[in-house]
């Protein structure tokens, strides 16, 4: 079995919720009665065509060894085809883990987006658009996300009516994250927060692509229900020569795991793990 890198994973000894990225096998055996931890593949920007039968067998039987839940950050296909999302369908019929996916904006680049969801939903495939899911005790809750820009160079809602439906539709997206985490606490206080997106909520995950297209990449209106809502992580994707790992202003991690920056960084397999 190949090696998959950990470059970017700091220990944190007082932290006991960690991201680890090595094979099972480089791990410690757990001993006692320490509870076994969630482990999580995730990656973003599959971009599935029509010509890709038989691509992906091996990724999705891989992630099923080594996770106990497989995160889609979305451009599942590469044109919004429904038919790509046929292939891609049957691919996944090797995940044998439960799949929690939110789509980008490729997958509604046809608007077929509704067809591609119906597709892929199975018993073990959770679409996420506003909602929540809880699986092995841990609480996902995703949406696409939509642009904006980042800090003090965030688009406001000013100037024509097309300017403030662009915005508009950041700050929809940003409500739906938090409403979708706010029920994960008042339904399930216990569990641990995973935030789900195609779009960056921060600025750090985009960088590497070119300054003037990361208005386009995501919003800093999508981090501020990640910093209230105490959530342990977020993933994304979108940004494809972005920057796999940063932070909000508040200390939640940020992924990105946009698949090209998984493949650049070396891994064997393109998804990232982490533990819960
Ligand atoms: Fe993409
Ligand atoms: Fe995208």
């Known amino acids: 079995m190949e090696q998959?890198?950990?470059p970017f994973v700091t220990p944190q000894p007082v932290q006991p919720l960690q991201p680890v990225n090595p094979q099972p096998s480089d791990l410690p055996v757990p001993t006692g009665v320490a509870e076994k931890p969630v482990r999580i593949a995730a990656v973003g920007d599959i971009h599935v065509r029509e010509t890709d039968k038989g691509k992906w067998v091996d990724f999705f039987k891989a992630a099923s060894e080594q996770a106990d839940i497989l995160l889609l950050c979305g451009d599942l296909t590469d044109h919004g085809y429904a038919k790509e999302a046929e292939v891609l369908a049957e691919e996944m019929r090797a995940c044998t883990i439960p799949?929690?996916?939110v789509l980008g904006n490729h997958d509604h680049d046809k608007d077929e987006h509704e067809a591609i969801r119906a597709c892929l939903?199975?018993?073990n495939v959770h679409f996420l658009d506003g909602d929540a899911v809880v699986i092995k005790n841990v609480g996902f809750a995703g949406v696409k996300g939509f642009g904006g820009g980042f800090d003090k160079y965030m688009l406001s809602m000013f100037g024509e009516v097309s300017n403030k439906a662009f915005v508009?539709?950041?700050v929809e997206e940003a409500l739906k994250l938090e409403a979708a985490l706010s029920r994960l606490d008042t339904e399930h206080p216990e569990v641990k927060k995973i935030?789900?997106?195609h779009y960056s909520p921060i600025r750090a995950t985009v960088e590497g692509e070119p300054d003037a297209i990361h208005p386009f990449l995501g919003c800093s209106r999508l981090a501020e229900p990640l910093d209230r809502q105490n959530v342990l992580a977020c993933f994304h994707g979108h940004a494809h020569i972005g920057t796999l790992e940063g932070?909000?202003?508040k200390g939640v991690k940020v992924y990105n795991?946009?698949?090209?920056?998984?493949?650049k960084a070396g891994f064997a397999m393109?998804?990232?793990l982490f533990d819960v």
């Open 4 to 6: 998959q890198p950990q």
């Open 99 to 101: 799949v929690v996916c």
């Open 121 to 123: 939903l199975r018993d």
């Open 168 to 170: 508009q539709e950041a």
């Open 195 to 197: 935030a789900l997106l």
């Open 247 to 249: 932070e909000t202003p």
């Open 257 to 263: 795991v946009a698949k090209p920056i998984l493949q």
């Open 270 to 272: 393109p998804f990232f």
